[in-house]
Every structure is written in C-alpha cells, then in structure tokens.
C-alpha cells in the first residue's frame, strides 16, 4: 500500500492539474477545434446511414407523385399505395431541400446538419440567458460532450428526425421557462407550437408534449396546462392534411393499429412496468453509454442538493422526457437518446460545476476520469470512421457500386423488377420499374415470394448470400436462378419461372 498510495495521489494531482489548465486557460479552445475537427471528418461521408433509404424513398415519391408511398415492405397494409404513416414534417423538409438542392445523399444529410447548427445557436442563447457571467464553462462543457457523443456525431446528417426533435424539443423547454421567469403568455404559446411541431415531426416527439404538460400540472398551472395542450394540438393537426387528401381516418387507423412498427399487438397491463424496468439497456446499451450513464450518476448523487436547490425545473422536466420515452417506444436502441441528450449533458455540467466547487474530491476525480475516458472512446470511434469515410469518398463508396451493379443488368432497367439491399436506392430508385427490398422478406418466405411475384432480377450482399443460403435457394427454384455478374459486395442473379 505504501509503495501504490503516492502513486495514486500523483495521478490524482496530475489529472486535476490537466482539466485546471483545459478549463481555466485559453488552452480549452484547443480541445474544442479537436472536436470540431473530428465533427466535420465524421459528416463528410457518401454512404447512406440509419433509415436514409426509407425516408429518401419517401422523398423521391412525394416529388414525383404528390404522395408518399413504399414499396419496401407491408405492401399488405397498402404502403405501396399510398403511406399514411411517416415522420411528416421532417420529410416535408427534406422534400423542400431537394426540389432546392436535388435529390441525393448529400442533400438529405443536410437536414439534420441544419437543424443542428440551429439548435447550438439556440443552446448558446439559453446558457447564456439562464446562467449569465458564468455561462462559459456550462456552454462549453456540454458543447464538448455533444460534439464527442457517437449518437450525436451519427446523428447529425443522419435523415432520421431525432436532430429535429432535439432542436424543437429544447426550444419549447426554454420557451416554457421563460413563461415562468417573466409570466408571458406568448412563451407558453411558442412552447406549446414547438412541442406540437415535435409529434408531426416525429410521433416520437409526444413525449415533449407530455413533459410540457406533466411539468405544468405539477406546478398547479392548470390554465396553462390548458393553453400549452392547445398549442400543441393545432400545430400537430396539419399531420392529417394529407391523409384527408388521399384517404380517410379509417385507412390511417388500419395502418397505424396494424404496422408492427409503431403498434404492439400484445400488450398486458404490467407492460408500463416492464417497459421501465427495461429502459436501462438504453442506458447501458455499450460502453459508450455506460460512461455517459456513470457521469450522469456521478454529477446526481455527488450534487443531487445543489441540482435540486439551483435547477429543479431541469432534473423534473429531463425525468418525463426519459419516462415518457420509456413508456412509449418499443424500441429500446441509443438513437431515440439524442433527442433528449443535451438535457442530459446539462445536468451532467451542472453537477461537474457543483463538484468542482465543493470539498469532494475524490468524486470529482472519478468523474474527471470519466471524462477523459468518454474522450478516448469517442475518439477511437470516430477515427475508426473517418478512416472508412476517407476509403470510401476515394472509391466512390456503395453510391457508385450501387450504379455499377445496375449497369450491369442486360435489359432495360426501366422495365426491370429489382429485389435487392435498400441501399439501391441511391441513387438507383428511379433507374427501375420497380425497387422491393429484400431484407423485409423472411428467409423461409424467399422461394415463395420470387415465384408469386414479377421480379426480374435479385440482388444480394455479402449479408443476403449467407442469410438466405444461395445453393439452397437455387435448388428450391430449380434452377431458376442464374447468376450473372458480381462486384464487391453485391451479385446479381437473374430470376426465371417455369
């Protein structure tokens, strides 16, 4: 013990004596040009992320026919007709961007670039309001932590709405606490729009509506409670322009009380409870979260009375945000925590700022140690990604594999029936009669579903070729299957009936 204790206390020494230098000194702004650095090199990618291709389908249909429509899957419930069901107005927008800017990769990625880059101005605003001539260090602390978050840095040119809903949601909490800091009635009316553009952004995005009114109803603000309810409501109303347009409530109602996505057919009354017993695997999905979820418990329970005295607003509206979210996506992956993390970040600052200021320093440490770890591991990540994004913008990446497996196909792709990965959409989509995705077809429903159907051509990767066993499928399509030509990750098989 003799021998490890001075050890240990240099150590200690040395990692407070670093963060005094990173956070009292110019020398901080070296790690916040590190950051966005590393930022800028993880966005500037030409592969397609989580979901582009489903709501870039979306797109390219409402430019082209006035409707949104799919024809990647539940064409039982009529998506292949018409798709009542979608995150309405962040594809509007993306929709926007394209007639603009064109319909390509680069252009959806922008969305959530934009949103953003809004939703820091708006952040930098409310510190600088809600904390005055000590917003530096929240500001900073929080901005290095989102810009190093991985959910984040996937996030922000991901086409998924999450970015949006992080903007909107802090815009109607900051609107709500100014309603209760100066009494106007308009903040109330801006928070309640906000969080209303939230759900039609997202169905997701309720779970702002619900900590706007939780937070009002604790507070016996009931008038408000009443107006902010309101608000919300007719901003999501013009979620159903266009279903009254097309169809009707009762074709809404089937696809939504039947796609297997955003309904639970069995349901029991202790679900709820499940349901937060197991938000913790959200938390703890990897190691990246169970840092974050280490500094968050550190910075409650280390400052949980200065938290609670200072900043109870906060601590209450973050805990509805999280239970709501709980409550009502089945869902339980990392990506829905963007929406809600730099409520997150922001108690997690606050407390670090509490910590730094108190007697505890061994808890201090640890939480420092934390941070630099959540540092390293991000960094490790996102280097690990810049490498493959600097390969693939050197090759032309799957976009231009993409157009080399469709040049492949000898017929007219315009009369050409194409099962094959989703990530043919771009830029293919329009290319082909049709584009059906091949990972919504079970393994055990492949053999049927080619003979019933019109495909012409399938389409595997590395991934379908062994999920669906080729030489089997050959054989149980008596040979109706022929291989064609290949390329580095795809093989293209043409597809022939007796």
């Not at 008596?478 to 098989?493: C, F, R």
Request: net charge positive; hydrophobic share 50%.
């Amino acid at each position: 013990m003799s021998f490890k204790l001075p050890i240990l206390k240099a150590r200690t020494k040395f990692i407070l004596l670093f963060f005094n230098q990173l956070f009292n000194s110019r020398k901080k702004y070296w790690l916040l040009i590190i950051a966005l650095l590393l930022f800028a090199a993880y966005q500037f990618d030409n592969t397609p992320r989580t979901d582009d291709e489903y709501l870039g389908e979306q797109v390219y249909w409402l430019m082209h026919i006035g409707k949104v429509k799919s024809d990647f899957g539940f064409s039982n419930l009529g998506y292949d007709v018409y798709q009542s069901i979608f995150h309405k107005l962040f594809v509007y927008i993306g929709y926007v961007f394209s007639k603009i800017f064109g319909l390509n990769l680069y252009t959806l990625h922008a969305v959530s670039l934009c949103f953003f880059a809004a939703f820091l101005f708006v952040f930098y605003k409310w510190i600088k309001y809600r904390y005055a001539s000590i917003h530096n260090f929240r500001f900073y602390g929080v901005l290095i932590l989102l810009l190093f978050n991985q959910d984040l840095l996937y996030a922000a040119a991901d086409f998924r709405p999450e970015v949006m809903l992080m903007c909107l949601g802090f815009v109607s909490y900051t609107m709500l606490m100014m309603y209760f800091d100066k009494g106007k009635m308009l903040y109330l009316i801006l928070a309640g729009i906000a969080a209303g553009l939230c759900m039609f952004a997202h169905l997701n995005g309720v779970i702002f509506i619900i900590a706007g009114l939780g937070f009002l109803l604790l507070k016996k603000e009931f008038k408000s409670f009443f107006l902010f309810g309101i608000m919300a409501c007719i901003a999501f109303l013009p979620y159903f322009t266009d279903i009254l347009i097309h169809a009707d409530l009762k074709y809404f109602w089937h696809q939504f009380a039947h796609d297997p996505i955003v309904s639970e057919p069995h349901s029991n009354w202790y679900k709820p409870f499940l349901k937060l017993i197991e938000e913790q695997s959200r938390f703890l999905y990897n190691e990246k979260q169970v840092i974050l979820t280490a500094m968050l418990m550190i910075a409650l329970i280390g400052s949980y009375k200065k938290l609670k005295e200072h900043n109870r607003a906060l601590l209450l509206y973050t805990l509805l945000l999280v239970v709501s979210m709980a409550l009502l996506n089945p869902s339980k992956t990392t990506k829905y925590m963007v929406v809600y993390i730099p409520f997150i970040y922001l108690i997690i600052v606050e407390g670090w700022y509490w910590l730094s200021v108190s007697d505890k320093k061994k808890t201090l440490f640890v939480f420092q140690f934390l941070f630099v770890a959540n540092l390293a591991v991000s960094i490790f990540y996102s280097g690990r990604q810049i490498m493959e994004n600097a390969v693939n913008l050197s090759t032309g990446g799957i976009v231009a594999e993409n157009a080399v497996m469709a040049s492949k196909i000898p017929t007219d792709v315009k009369q050409a029936n194409v099962l094959c990965p989703r990530r043919m959409v771009f830029n293919e989509l329009g290319q082909f009669k049709k584009l059906q995705d091949v990972e919504m077809i079970a393994k055990d429903d492949l053999v049927s579903f080619l003979r019933s159907s019109d495909v012409d051509y399938l389409i595997f990767s590395e991934r379908d070729k062994q999920y669906f066993d080729l030489n089997t499928l050959r054989q149980n399509m008596e040979n109706g299957i022929q291989v064609l030509d290949s390329t580095q990750h795809y093989i293209l098989m043409k597809v022939t009936r007796n």
